[in-house]
Structure formats: C-alpha cells, structure tokens
C-alpha cells in the first residue's frame, strides 16, 4: 500500500460491519488499515508502521487483552497506543486493561464524534 502521509491507525475487530464502520468514520483524516483476527493484525503490525490500534477486546481465537499482553512483550511494539473497543457496556474488562497499559476505550456502537476525538487525542 502505497505511503499516504497519513497517520496509521489499524482496527482489529471480528465483526466486518464494525471495520467498515470505523474506515467510513476515519479514512479522511487517517490511514485505516483493517484485520478480522489476531493473525491478520500480527501481518499489519509485521509490515506496518503503526501509529494507533484499535482493538476489540472479544476475539474469538484470542482476547484483545491478551492480544495486548503479548504486544506489550515484544519492543516493536510496546510504544504503540491501544484503545480498546468493548460492547460490555459496565466496562469492566476495559479499565482492567486501562490498569495493564491500555490508553483508552470506547463501547460499541461506536459513536463516529466519540471515534473521531479519541483517535485525534494521539496525534496532535
């Protein structure tokens, strides 16, 4: 893909409905790449400068806190800024992973300004 001098912003989510939704909401301003799992996220983040992650934190081969866990192991990819996307609506799991290292999250349905303003938080 080529260079658009965009900032990179990944979204790991199962659900193809809420990738489509977050790459509407943020393609203007942002490089949105996109992966359905764990595996095709681990291709992105192999190949890509990465400047932002979203992830959903219920994957089905791997839970995005563990996802998390596992990058906050390898220095590539320590310094890269995870919000997490959550339909737990107390939210719960998310601030256990606010403790562990996580900058932010948002619940799903995601609210295009809600969206808007915490990406932009990480790049001005």
Do not use: W
Not at 34 to 43: E, F
Not at 63 to 80: C, E, H, P, T, V
Not at 97 to 111: H, M, R, W
């Amino acid at each position: 893909m080529p260079d658009t001098g965009k900032k990179i912003v990944l979204c790991v989510d199962d659900m193809p409905e809420v990738l489509m939704n977050i790459n509407a909401i943020l393609k203007n301003q942002y490089d949105v790449r996109s992966a359905i799992d764990i595996a095709s996220a681990l291709r992105v983040l192999e190949t890509t400068h990465v400047d932002l992650l979203l992830l959903d934190i219920e994957m089905p081969e791997m839970s995005g806190i563990d996802f998390f866990a596992k990058l906050q192991k390898d220095a590539r990819y320590q310094n890269i800024p995870v919000v997490f996307l959550t339909a737990d609506t107390e939210n719960k799991t998310a601030q256990k992973a606010i403790k562990k290292g996580a900058k932010g999250y948002l619940t799903k349905p995601v609210s295009p300004a809600a969206l808007l303003e915490s990406v932009s938080f990480f790049f001005e």
